[in-house]
């Protein structure tokens, strides 16, 4: 362990700060969709309770992911086809914001500890899971494919550990 790295040095390096956020609302709201199933299924109050505080969770990681997004988009260079992504991931973002805001909301009105139409409370929640999931494939293909907001790995990459590209790094434990 290479205590030396420890202290969030990254969060000061890089571009913006929207990738720290974004996996709060991603892990949080299929959690709660699979919660409140179970939940209901099941017939198990301490499920739907746990649903309804990932709910409320991923609405504030949602509305934190959306707050430093829409910061984030001209905080580095990108060509037409990034912007496209960058628009579209925007316009996702705030639906999903919306929706769980919504959820939320509906989530107080409640008969014997279930939402009210149930099955309308979950599909709502069941397409918003889905919409941060593909959110979700749409920021990872941006980093990945497109190398938004990456620095060049030539910048800290193989070059200090005298490696051409492709050479196979490889760790023994």
């Known amino acids: 362990m290479d205590w030396s790295l420890l202290g969030f040095e990254g969060l000061w390096k890089v571009y913006n700060v929207h990738p720290?956020?974004?996996h709060f609302p991603v892990a949080l709201l299929p959690s709660s969709f699979l919660l409140y199933l179970l939940g209901?299924?099941?017939r198990r109050r301490t499920l739907v309770t746990s649903g309804r505080s990932c709910l409320y969770l991923g609405f504030g990681g949602a509305a934190i992911a959306v707050?430093?997004?829409v910061l984030a988009e001209d905080t580095f260079p990108h060509g037409q086809q990034v912007h496209r992504m960058i628009e579209t991931h925007e316009a996702i973002g705030w639906t999903v914001l919306s929706l769980s805001l919504l959820l939320t909301v509906w989530s107080f009105w409640r008969a014997d500890g279930m939402p009210r139409h149930v099955w309308g409370f979950l599909g709502l929640l069941g397409v918003t899971s889905l919409l941060?999931?593909?959110n979700g494939d749409i920021g990872s293909r941006m980093v990945y494919l497109h190398g938004a907001a990456v620095k060049p790995a030539a910048d800290s990459g193989s070059?200090?550990?005298g490696q051409s590209?492709?050479?196979?790094?490889r760790h023994h434990h």
């Open 20 to 22: 720290a956020f974004v």
């Open 40 to 42: 209901v299924l099941m």
């Open 67 to 69: 707050l430093t997004g």
């Open 132 to 134: 941060v999931l593909q």
């Open 159 to 161: 070059a200090q550990h």
């Open 165 to 169: 590209e492709g050479s196979g790094h």
